[in-house]
């Protein structure tokens, strides 16, 4: 009788496997606030996986493969909940971002005749239920199936960070058959409020760790931006990007104009702005295509959302995600979500949720290979 050793025993398990099963499985990974935190894992049939946790609804992983059938996380994350709770992590790496991503002028605006001031730690109540979507312990159930979902949830109390209205909150992540990973974004509220709910990953499509984006290929389906002050925040204005640094109509290497004496791009240090998504907001569109020539990988980016604040990773990370090797430029985020500043800019699409109404937006990353 042959003895055979464990690397020969791990690749006859290997060969004998049959193809992937969908599903999604689920790891313990410590508590906060008196929750428990989870790792889940979705995989569908290609073998395609995804990684969630439900501490703030964060994306850690998306595995896929190259043109020669290569896996490879193409989204940067961290290892573990120490990592993204220690005082060192900015970033928001993955991170679900609510109740208002991005910029609002001075951070207030008025509904009606009532204003509002917001602050991060402006919290009603110190406590765990009162912290921003990203810091939060969401609630979470699954389903599975041959395209397997993690369903979070919230309750975001009137007050929290000065926004009116108790917000509940459903998050969708869905893991299709065709290597698609779809967001679903639902809310109601009981009072007016603004809203504008995306997520915050920063893809590489080469790796996560396998340096610079520069001579990846973007593509982003919008004719214009909105124009910005000197704190990045637009003014209303809306700026044709034809024959700017900011036109990315044909796959462009990121690189390609990073460094620009375009004064914005000068004072963001590389890429950080808004484009207005070609379409009607509301519809399922194009929104940007990322490729990457050497591995082959692909994502293209629809959404129903009005906006697409394009950052292209321009300050060095902090020491818990450098020492995993990623570094400045080293990944680009797409975060499809409503406009920055559009609570106190009436020209822009609305991000006004009134009480009662259903707020639903949809961002879905469709994975491919070139051809």
Not at 336 to 347: E, H, L, R, T
């Amino acid at each position: 009788m042959k003895i055979l050793c464990a690397a020969a025993l791990l690749a006859l398990s290997l060969s004998l496997a049959g193809p992937a099963q969908a599903a999604i499985t689920s790891l313990s990974w410590g508590a906060l606030d008196g929750k428990g935190v989870n790792l889940f894992t979705l995989t569908n049939a290609k073998g395609m996986e995804a990684r969630i946790t439900n501490y703030g609804g964060v994306i850690t992983s998306v595995r896929v493969p190259d043109k020669n059938g290569t896996m490879a996380n193409v989204v940067q994350g961290l290892d573990s909940l120490n990592d993204y709770t220690s005082v060192d992590y900015k970033g928001r790496y993955g991170a679900l971002i609510g109740r208002f991503a991005n910029r609002i002028k001075d951070n207030a605006f008025s509904i009606g005749n009532l204003n509002y001031r917001i602050s991060r730690d402006a919290y009603v109540l110190k406590e765990a239920n009162n912290k921003p979507y990203d810091e939060r312990v969401w609630d979470a159930r699954t389903r599975d199936g041959d395209e397997p979902q993690l369903i979070l949830s919230l309750l975001d109390r009137n007050g929290t960070m000065g926004f009116p209205g108790t917000l509940r909150v459903e998050v969708t992540y869905t893991l299709t058959k065709n290597n698609v990973l779809r967001i679903a974004y639902r809310a109601i509220s009981d009072k007016d409020t603004v809203i504008s709910l995306t997520n915050h990953a920063y893809f590489n499509m080469a790796g996560d760790a396998s340096g610079p984006v520069l001579d990846q290929l973007l593509t982003v389906n919008a004719d214009t931006i909105t124009a910005v002050d000197e704190q990045n925040v637009p003014t209303g204005v809306m700026q044709p990007v034809a024959g700017t640094a900011f036109d990315f109509h044909r796959p462009t290497p990121i690189g390609a104009h990073i460094n620009d004496p375009d004064p914005v791009i000068q004072r963001a240090k590389g890429f950080d702005q808004n484009y207005a998504i070609n379409g009607k907001p509301g519809t399922l569109r194009l929104a940007a295509r990322l490729h990457d020539p050497k591995s082959g990988r692909v994502l293209e980016e629809w959404t129903t959302q009005a906006g697409l604040q394009v950052y292209s990773a321009n300050y060095a990370p902090p020491t818990v995600a450098a020492t995993k090797g990623y570094h400045i430029h080293g990944s680009v985020a797409l975060e499809a979500q409503g406009f920055p500043n559009a609570p106190n800019i009436p020209s822009f699409p609305s991000t006004l949720l009134k009480r009662d109404a259903q707020y639903a937006e949809v961002t879905e990353y469709r994975f491919s290979i070139a051809p």
